[in-house]
């Protein structure tokens, strides 16, 4: 079976810009997650979605930061407007129901400058 | 609430030496562990799980790791360490609702 896609792989933009990161989970996962990636540290929840609702946000930035699960399948992941330090590893991963195993995306890199 | 500590950010071993990573947890609820395994420029990889059933896992690659509820640990061993092993694993639990939380990770570097 296909991984869990992301894109794009490696994203440099300037402080203050908007971006969007895009996550395509396992066909048939129903539970979705961003996680954040500093340098040196473990992965951090943002969201959760079970299928098209966000079902633990409690972790997400919302003052910039925004995600969507259109038809509980694909996820997009905005930050607007980016700051200095966002610079991290987004990390997208999906499971088939909730508790069961994480298979987790090759994640973006995001640099802001 | 769930916490992770694992003891070392970098652990060196020789080529054929006993890998031991530590993880320790804290968990109101029983726990479920993980271990994780992190490619450079990859996403993580399952590396074994606890979920109260037996608290010796195996996991892939010859990984294991024993789950420990008087000591609140969950090391993982191999026997003996390959270069392919050189990597960051992660430990991490969850509680209810699949909330992982991740500890900070270890470097594993292999010496030939």
């Known amino acids: 079976e296909a991984g869990v896609v992301q894109s794009p792989r490696y994203k440099i933009i300037e402080k203050k810009q908007p971006v969007a990161f895009w996550c395509n989970p396992i066909s048939g996962h129903n539970t979705l997650y961003w996680y954040l990636q500093n340098l040196g540290q473990g992965p951090e929840l943002l969201i959760r979605?079970?299928?098209?609702?966000?079902?633990?946000d409690s972790q997400l930035p919302k003052d910039r930061f925004s995600a969507e699960r259109l038809k509980g399948v694909d996820s997009t992941l905005k930050i607007q407007p980016a700051e200095l330090g966002d610079s991290a590893v987004y990390l997208c991963a999906s499971s088939l129901v909730d508790g069961s195993p994480l298979h987790f995306g090759n994640g973006t890199r995001l640099t802001v400058t | 609430a769930q916490s992770v500590t694992q003891l070392g950010s970098h652990v060196s071993v020789s080529e054929g030496a006993l890998v031991l990573l530590r993880c320790n947890y804290s968990?109101?609820?029983?726990?479920?562990l993980f271990w994780y395994v992190q490619y450079p420029n990859q996403g993580l990889q399952l590396l074994l799980k606890y979920t109260s059933a037996a608290t010796l896992v195996k996991g892939i690659n010859g990984f294991e790791a024993e789950f420990k509820k008087s000591e609140t640990s969950f090391h993982l061993t191999k026997p003996s360490a390959h270069m392919s092993d050189a990597a960051e694993y992660f430990c991490a639990v969850s509680g209810y609702g699949n909330k992982l939380v991740f500890g900070a990770g270890t470097i594993l570097r292999v010496k030939s």
């Open positions: 979605y079970e299928n098209e609702e966000a079902v633990d």
């Open positions: 968990s109101s609820v029983p726990p479920y």
